[in-house]
């Protein structure tokens, strides 16, 4: 008899994945699919009550999965994504057919990402992954238009490619120190593999960055993110792109730490390429769900600072203190993100929404942005919330984000990359007030129309979180600081 | 006395800007009472403000980001008071100016109180997370207000005041965290409290001259780019003459002052720990604002460019005073920055009139307005000699301290500006004033009415509080003097300090 009580901390996984079977097997008989939607919507929110209310310091499944503040932090992340994307989609998939599909994908993919930030062995981690994967892989041809399904081919190309480097590269993390297991595999690498230590950690680093959309292994996420339905690139930039950023830490920090001088090099090239390209290319875009993308490596890029700063942390007196903001930083401008990611998407939801219903064929340029003010004033405002904070305009969690992981970075002494970032927020900005001006100063081309009540719920959501986290950060670096010490010594 | 009156002052603006958004009709009267309670609590902490004494006051404290060292801190003393009530006036009589805006009245009105929170945050703030916060804040509403209302190019000076201004302020944001990650309180605790963190630069272990000379010179871009100082003012000119009216009053009499402020509460207390360079680099980037500033307006055709470069001359009397560091000189540049937010305000007024009465402000193709705007050319006419310094007025006075006051410690500088400037400064307002206003009237402006009484009001209002200051200098002098002395008083005079 399996003893539940001792599973408590994984109640939330668990009821995403009975549910998602539940609405697959249930789509067979039910007709209605709206019914669907708010299940899932239900089931979210209680897996969120759970995840952050489970007991954290357990692990469970011989030593694959912990449930540890910092798994928690990406479950909360995850989930809160998913949630949004799922409230937007009430309107979107409630007649269509095959809407139960789209709820249930949501919902394995969910699971798979809460997954990798859990893991604590890369059997288990490349299984999440996979899992993860897979169900978006999916998602984003959900449409089935051509441009989905062009979207959704390079994206699987693309995400097998970088999913066979990342075996690999776990393949001889394996073979030099014959566990699967984190922790373990810090405690062997210590010793002298020669190249090896050094392939690996190039495998490995190329499989996460094709997931975090580094620069150079970014190019399919413009035309993914441009393609696939406005709802599913929500997921895609804010929550899929995440997991990768979950996974490398947990690699990246405990098991490779050995190798800490040589990923830090690695980093601070990707951090300072990812960022200045994401913005400049940004800059010359006309269709805004291209923008956003760009923004998103961007902003991968000054995530991944994160990783310079715990690099550089290493020799400094006050290492850990140092590579914890560092870490913490990092993780609020995930979360921000996320926030304003999601928001941002389903707003370009909205505007494809009224464009397309006047018979035009490419909602997403900017044109159609035009006067958005006044035909849809509650998307406009919150819109323009997120740009400001994707500028990292105070008070937003965008800025709270930058403030940290910024001021970690001059903490490190990295001076350097901070005033690039900096320079490259300036940068930003201007693409960002772009879409603002055509928003805000250009005439409208059409009549105001009536805005879809789930997108304004979901928009309306984020941006209180998107403020909420700006005018009271103390209770998320608080909880980001806990979620940071969990990767380093103690 | 209230309790909390800043923060009330704050707080009242912010939520009259929400109801003002939501207004659907008579946003102006929601903006007009918005704008008043504060000018009310400013005019009562004006008078129970205490002149002698050198601490805060009306100080508020409160735990915001305890893990940052971040708090919610707000006080006033010296340097603070004149601002703030100099923003809470100019902010009532700007929206009695704009009575007539009509063209999206409710953000338009929400919009200026936006701005007055945002100013009033920066010049109450001493915490610098706070200050950052309120020092972003005011970049929006002045983004809207010159991208919707604003003239023909109005987008491109909207994004190109934006960004400009918002690089500066990222690198003074990078500055603070020079300052942030180097200083510890004696627990070991950081903070951001900016009294405590501008003090700790005089601790040459902690702060190297090296590091000192950088975070100075970052913090001194940020408030020199707002200023607008010569070399950094090419931002100003586009945004001035493609703003509102009411935008552009704004803008010079409440934004420019942020970076004096900045001038009075960061540089000037770290001037002794810094290189001495920085003080000829100052004095020098000063004198070249005032007779560059002068000879630019001297050559525009636009009567409100004139005006525009016409602040960047008068703004350099603030960083010359300043810089030239004598009680005299510092009293005269806070001054300069009270007597400033008010005169700018009636010469962009009178420029603002002029483009929606007559269509045009183009200084050649006026002539005569007086004949049909008699009230009007009576009140430009006032505010054209206060601004080229007519004794009686509270420009002479504040510019006549500060020459004076400078001529102490760089009488070289000093000279020059009076050479080059003061002859030029009143030609081009005598000039541009003749043309314009008198002389015959041009037959095309026959037809031309006089300016609308709630203009006139505002402008009047103005004038009368020009001439009082003018007259009585010492109802905020007096306050200055303090603030003055007080920046002073740790530190040596620039010849103790060894520069002259």
Excluded at chain 1, 21 to 38: D, N, P, Q, R, T
Excluded at chain 1, 211 to 236: C, I, N, Q, R
Excluded at chain 1, 355 to 384: N, Q
Excluded at chain 2, 399 to 419: D, N, Q, R
């Amino acid at each position: 008899m399996v003893n539940l009580v001792h599973y408590a901390p994984l109640y939330a996984e668990g009821l995403l994945t009975a549910l998602a079977v539940l609405i697959l097997f249930a789509g067979l008989f039910m007709k209605s699919k709206a019914m669907m939607g708010y299940v899932s919507l239900v089931g979210l929110a209680l897996s969120l009550f759970l995840a952050l209310t489970a007991n954290t310091g357990s692990i469970f499944f011989f030593d694959t999965i912990s449930v540890d503040p910092l798994s928690q932090f990406f479950k909360a992340t995850f989930l809160v994504v998913s949630l949004l994307v799922v409230i937007a989609s009430l309107t979107r998939y409630k007649e269509s057919a095959g809407g139960d599909e789209f709820y249930a994908l949501l919902l394995l993919a969910t699971v798979g990402m809460m997954v990798v930030s859990s893991s604590i062995d890369l059997i288990t981690l490349f299984v999440g992954f996979e899992l993860a994967s897979l169900s978006t892989y999916a998602l984003a041809a959900f449409d089935k238009s051509r441009r989905n399904l062009e979207a959704a081919m390079k994206y699987f190309i693309f995400g097998s490619a970088s999913s066979a480097l990342m075996l690999f590269g776990f393949s001889l993390l394996y073979g030099m120190t014959g566990t699967t297991r984190i922790s373990e595999i810090a405690a062997t690498l210590t010793a002298d593999f020669g190249p090896a230590s050094l392939i690996a950690l190039i495998f490995v680093i190329a499989g996460f960055a094709f997931k975090m959309a580094l620069v150079p292994f970014h190019m399919w996420a413009p035309d993914t993110y441009e393609g696939a339905p406005s709802l599913v690139s929500a997921l895609l930039a804010a929550g899929s792109k995440k997991m990768g950023f979950a996974a490398a830490f947990r690699v990246l920090f405990v098991a490779m730490v050995a190798l800490r001088v040589e990923w830090y090099l690695a980093f601070a090239i990707l951090a300072a390429v990812t960022m200045t390209l994401g913005n400049i290319v940004a800059i010359w875009q006309n269709n805004v769900r291209r923008i956003f993308a760009y923004s998103s490596v961007a902003q991968a890029g000054y995530i991944a600072i994160a990783f310079v700063v715990v690099g550089a942390a290493g020799t400094l007196p006050n290492s850990a203190y140092v590579a914890q903001t560092g870490i913490a930083g990092g993780l609020l401008l995930i979360l921000g993100h996320a926030l304003m990611k999601t928001g941002a998407f389903i707003a370009t939801a909205v505007v494809a929404y009224m464009v397309l219903r006047e018979g035009k064929t490419d909602p997403d340029d900017i044109s159609s942005y035009a006067g958005l003010s006044k035909r849809a004033p509650i998307t406009a405002f919150c819109l323009l919330i997120f740009m400001f904070a994707l500028a990292g305009i105070p008070p937003t969690a965008g800025y709270i984000g930058k403030f940290v992981l910024f001021g970690s970075a001059i903490n490190a002494g990295l001076v350097w990359l901070a005033v690039l970032a900096i320079i490259n927020s300036a940068i930003s900005l201007y693409y960002y007030l772009r879409i603002i001006m055509y928003m805000y100063l250009r005439p409208a081309t059409g009549p105001k129309i009536a805005e879809p009540k789930g997108y304004m719920a979901a928009l309306v959501l984020t941006t209180i979180g998107v403020i909420w986290i700006g005018v009271n950060p103390q209770p998320f670096i608080d909880y980001a600081m806990q979620a940071a010490a969990v990767l380093l010594p103690h | 006395m209230i309790s909390n009156a800043i923060t009330l002052m704050i707080a009242v603006p912010l939520i009259g800007a929400v109801l003002c958004f939501a207004a659907k009709s008579q946003a102006r009267i929601v903006a007009l009472v918005a704008s008043l309670v504060p000018l009310l609590i400013s005019l009562q902490m004006y008078t129970g403000f205490d002149k002698t004494s050198k601490l805060m006051q009306f100080v508020e404290s409160y735990n915001w980001v305890p893990s940052l060292g971040v708090k919610y801190t707000v006080g006033v003393d010296g340097i603070g008071m004149p601002l703030v009530l100099l923003s809470t006036i100019v902010s009532v009589l700007v929206i009695i100016y704009s009575w007539g805006e009509h063209d999206r009245a409710n953000q338009f009105f929400a919009l200026l109180l936006l701005n007055e929170v945002g100013v009033l945050g920066v010049f109450t703030s001493l915490d610098f997370f706070l200050f950052y916060i309120f020092w972003e804040l005011v970049l929006i509403p002045m983004f809207f207000l010159i991208g919707n209302w604003g003239g023909p190019r109005k987008s491109y000076a909207a994004i190109k005041f934006f960004i400009y201004t918002h690089i500066a302020s990222l690198i003074m944001l990078l500055a603070i965290f020079g300052l942030y990650f180097t200083y510890r309180m004696p627990d070991g605790s950081r903070t951001f409290d900016m009294l405590t963190l501008i003090q700790a630069t005089s601790d040459k272990v902690l702060f190297p001259p090296a590091l000192v000379n950088v975070i100075f010179a970052g913090l001194l871009f940020g408030f020199l780019v707002k200023m607008p100082a010569f070399p950094f003012h090419t931002w100003l000119p586009d945004a001035h003459v493609e703003a509102p009216t009411a935008g552009s009053v704004l803008l010079a009499a409440l934004l420019l002052k942020m970076g004096g402020y900045g001038i009075f509460r960061v540089i000037l207390p770290m001037l002794p720990n810094v290189d001495k360079v920085f003080i000829t680099i100052i004095a020098i980037i000063a004198v070249l604002s005032i007779v560059y500033g002068a000879f630019l307006a001297l050559a525009q055709k636009d009567l409100k460019k004139m005006v525009a470069y016409s602040s960047v001359s008068h703004m350099g009397f603030v960083t010359l005073g300043a810089v030239a560091f004598t009680w005299l000189s510092i009293q005269g540049a806070m001054f300069q920055q009270f007597s400033h937010g008010l005169i700018t305000c009636v010469l962009f007024m009178s420029a603002g009139t002029i483009q929606h009465t007559v269509g045009t402000r183009i200084i050649a193709d006026l002539g005569g307005l007086a004949d049909r705007m008699p009230k009007f050319a009576v009140l430009m006419l006032a505010g054209f000699m206060a601004s080229l310094g007519l004794p009686g007025m509270s420009g002479f006075v504040a510019e006549f301290t500060v020459l004076a006051g400078s001529y102490a410690t760089l009488p070289f500088y000093t000279l020059i500006v009076i050479f080059f400037s003061v002859a030029i400064t009143a030609a081009y307002h005598l000039w541009s004033m003749q043309k314009v206003m008198f002389g015959p009237i041009l037959p095309k402006y026959l037809d031309v009415h006089d300016a609308h009484p709630y203009e006139i009001a505002s402008m009047t209002a103005f004038i009368l509080l020009i001439i009082l200051f003018g007259v009585q200098p010492a109802l905020i002098t007096d306050i200055m003097g303090t603030a003055a002395y007080q920046v002073m008083e740790p530190v040596k005079t620039l010849a103790q300090m060894g520069v002259i």
